[in-house]
């Protein structure tokens, strides 16, 4: 009598294929995750940035406050001093510039001395978005004190 051949199993080409397959999914899945990963951390560098921006243009201007009510005709050149190389008190991502307004409204570089500027730009680089602040020299000597 002959025994009849069992066919119960895999052979070993079914066993390879089934093995490389899986193997090409998962590079593809891992591919994908890590381009995925990688992209979810750029949100929260900009979140991080932004809230150092927004902390250091708080602390400008109640640094600000403090000196127009200290000195109110020689705020601005303060304040941009602290701004400005040497000083850079507010570290090198802040700067600063005088403007003005021409009659349209656009901004337009103040082309007169310091001590009569009027208005100053002040620009926190942040990642993602750019914080701006406008200080202006628009309180006299004789005004109440600004509360900060």
Same mark, same amino acid.
Request: overall charge neutral.
């Given at each position: *009598?002959?025994? @009849?051949? %069992? !066919?119960?199993?895999?052979? =070993?080409?079914? &066993?390879?294929?089934?093995?490389? #397959?899986?193997?090409?999914?998962?590079?593809?899945?891992?591919?994908? *995750?890590?381009? @995925?990963? %990688? !992209?979810?951390?750029?949100? =929260?560098?900009? &979140?991080?940035?932004?809230?150092? #921006?927004?902390?250091?243009?708080?602390?400008?201007?109640?640094?600000?406050?403090?000196?127009?009510?200290?000195?109110?005709?020689?705020? =601005?050149?303060?304040?941009?001093?602290?701004?400005?190389?040497?000083?850079?008190?507010?570290?090198?991502?802040?700067?600063?510039?005088?403007?003005?307004?021409?009659?349209?409204?656009?901004?337009?570089?103040?082309?007169?001395?310091?001590?009569?500027?009027?208005?100053?730009?002040?620009?926190?680089?942040?990642?993602?978005?750019?914080?701006?602040?406008?200080?202006?020299?628009?309180?006299?000597?004789?005004?109440?004190?600004?509360?900060?």
């Amino acid at each position: *009598m002959r025994l @009849a051949a %069992s !066919r119960a199993g895999f052979t =070993l080409i079914e &066993v390879i294929v089934t093995i490389v #397959a899986a193997a090409i999914v998962g590079v593809i899945f891992i591919q994908f *995750m890590g381009t @995925a990963m %990688s !992209r979810s951390v750029r949100p =929260l560098e900009i &979140v991080r940035g932004e809230a150092e #921006a927004e902390r250091l243009l708080e602390r400008i201007t109640a640094d600000y406050v403090f000196e127009v009510n200290r000195d109110p005709a020689g705020a =601005l050149l303060t304040l941009k001093g602290q701004i400005d190389p040497p000083t850079r008190k507010y570290g090198e991502t802040v700067s600063a510039d005088y403007i003005q307004f021409n009659a349209g409204g656009n901004e337009v570089p103040f082309a007169g001395p310091a001590a009569e500027a009027r208005t100053l730009k002040v620009t926190v680089n942040a990642a993602g978005n750019d914080l701006v602040a406008l200080f202006t020299r628009s309180r006299t000597a004789n005004s109440p004190p600004v509360a900060f």
